[in-house]
């Protein structure tokens, strides 16, 4: 899972952007959006360096936030408030007690973190307070329960002409048994399946998108198959080879990718699996 424009916005807005090496509450060196690490006095850097940092600076809190993925099976607004969170502190270990808490405790326990060097400021509370909403409205999303990154349920019947995004409609992400519910990580939509459509300018066809277990049992599918919650989706983009969707799609930082004969299986889980299908075995890659 990578964090989305809404996690990347809340970290701008309180680290702010400055060029020149300063000071942070706790002394230490720090330039760009909040970048420490080899930071000198009287160091200046460019925009476009500042931007560079955060994004290599993300993917380091993304995986600290990941390895809790199979406790807590985030939903892409609880995993933009935890990366925001490590970012400005440095882990979530002792706010999770190290995967031992609950959500419900994580979020009552987030508003304590607004200390540095001892004293309570105001811009740290706000910080807390905002990753706090933010975390809370995954469960808002995601009230059909299931776990995912912004996965939300739509009627086949009421909403299936409905835009999820520029080239995608609902209605495409249906079960195949024609069942009405339909589950949608509309987050990975948006900033994956889109781009692969926008990059190689052709239509994109879902073999398989949300399945319900009943369903799910039928084909064979595996028992905690990420389908089954909206998050997975196996793709044939006209005139371009399985390979070749591969290949961008590991550009495009999608964690879970399994390359087939015929199509490409990719997900949204929180860690990264990516696999070539050698005569129904899946074999790990780390290229495709």
């Not at 809790?68 to 400005?88: G, I, L």
């Not at 307070?129 to 939300?152: H, T, W, Y």
């Not at 079960?175 to 990580?185: E, R």
Request: a positive charge; charged letters at 25%.
């Amino acid at each position: 899972m990578k964090t989305s424009q809404t996690g990347i916005d809340l970290i701008k807005k309180f680290e702010g952007c400055r060029l020149d090496a300063y000071k942070c509450p706790d002394g230490v060196w720090t330039i760009g959006y909040g970048h420490t690490a080899g930071v000198t006095a009287g160091q200046k850097i460019s925009t476009a360096q500042a931007e560079a940092y955060l994004r290599a600076d993300l993917e380091k809190f993304e995986k600290l936030v990941a390895k809790y993925d199979s406790k807590y099976r985030w939903t892409q607004t609880e995993f933009d408030a935890m990366v925001s969170f490590a970012y400005n502190l440095g882990s979530i270990d002792k706010l999770t007690a190290n995967g031992t808490r609950t959500k419900n405790v994580i979020a009552e326990k987030i508003l304590l973190y607004n200390q540095a060097g001892g004293k309570v400021l105001a811009g740290l509370t706000k910080r807390r307070q905002a990753e706090r909403e933010l975390f809370l409205d995954g469960k808002k999303e995601n009230a059909s329960g299931a776990a995912g990154s912004a996965v939300k349920e739509y009627s086949l019947a009421a909403d299936g002409d409905r835009a999820v995004s520029a080239n995608f409609k609902v209605k495409e992400f249906r079960c195949k048994d024609g069942s009405d519910k339909i589950l949608i990580d509309v987050d990975f939509v948006k900033d994956k399946l889109q781009k692969v459509r926008d990059h190689f300018d052709a239509p994109v066809t879902l073999t398989s998108a949300y399945r319900t277990p009943e369903y799910n049992a039928k084909v064979k599918g595996a028992k905690a198959s990420y389908h089954l919650q909206g998050r997975a989706f196996d793709i044939v983009v006209k005139g371009h080879t399985p390979q070749e969707v591969a290949r961008y799609a590991q550009s495009l930082g999608i964690p879970g990718i399994i390359q087939y004969n015929g199509f490409v299986h990719v997900d949204s889980r929180g860690t990264k699996y990516w696999a070539q299908d050698n005569g129904g075995k899946a074999v790990k890659v780390s290229r495709f």
